[in-house]
């Protein structure tokens, strides 16, 4: 099993719609875990951190489901600016030995 | 405050030339990170750092090597260049303190022909 488990998609949804992606990872000793957004070409920006069980900004929501180890990224009224690829990031370590391990990312169209 | 920047942008190599890529961060952060991206592929370390003066082999460090000689800048050095080695470049800094976050530079392009 990889380290970092994401479904490359794309996922293609209208505007408006509500749309989900998990992602699995095999390290159950990691503490924390984030979503970060990529537009094409240009670097990744932290969209969300989870220490516990999830969290909520806006129309995001990121969950946490430690017994089936994976997280889930949900997007509500999806708008056409949220189209972008999104990756996961689930360290490994801390300190000095903290390693960050990204998924390949997951695609999302938002189309009118 | 200009966060995290890369130099240069852009970069076409013959095979076998040589180049170092600049990282530099004004935040004071401590860990610094070198990336590569090749299409369909998530980003992968190449080398990082805990700090200045230290540095460490990641996940994909054959054929490059790194330096942090000062505690802003974190360079990338390819001795002779690949083919294999085209793609695209991303620092990052992360300050250590109470936080996980990792800010990014725009990344460099590099084309080994």
């Known amino acids: 099993r990889k380290e970092v488990e994401q479904d490359p998609g794309p996922f293609n949804v209208p505007e408006g719609a509500t749309v989900a992606f998990n992602c699995t990872y095999s390290?159950?000793?990691?503490?924390?875990f984030f979503w970060y957004r990529q537009d094409c070409r240009k670097e990744p920006k932290l969209l969300m951190s989870?220490?516990?069980s999830g969290n909520e900004d806006g129309r995001f929501t990121a969950q946490l489901n430690r017994a089936s180890q994976y997280i889930s990224l949900l997007i509500r009224d999806s708008k056409l600016s949220d189209s972008a690829t999104y990756l996961c990031?689930?360290?490994?370590?801390?300190?000095?030995?903290?390693?960050?391990?990204f998924g390949r990312g997951t695609s999302l169209i938002v189309h009118p | 405050n200009a966060g995290v920047t890369q130099t240069p942008k852009f970069r076409v190599l013959k095979t076998g030339q040589s180049m170092t890529l600049l990282c530099a961060q004004d935040?004071?952060?401590?860990?610094m990170y070198w990336y590569r991206q090749d299409p369909g592929m998530g980003l992968r370390l190449i080398h990082y750092?805990?700090?200045?003066?230290?540095?460490a082999k990641g996940e994909v460090p054959d054929g490059y090597n790194v330096s942090r000689l000062k505690k802003q800048n974190f360079l990338l050095g390819l001795e002779s260049a690949a083919p294999s080695q085209t793609s695209v470049y991303f620092c990052?800094?992360?300050?250590?303190?109470?936080?996980?976050?990792?800010?990014f530079g725009p990344g460099t392009r590099l084309t080994v022909l």
């Open positions: 750092s805990v700090g200045e003066g230290t540095t």
């Open positions: 989870v220490y516990s």
């Open positions: 935040m004071n952060h401590e860990y």
């Open positions: 390290n159950s000793a990691s503490q924390s």
């Open positions: 990052a800094s992360r300050t250590g303190l109470g936080s996980d976050t990792q800010y």
């Open positions: 990031v689930v360290p490994r370590g801390s300190g000095g030995s903290y390693i960050p391990t």
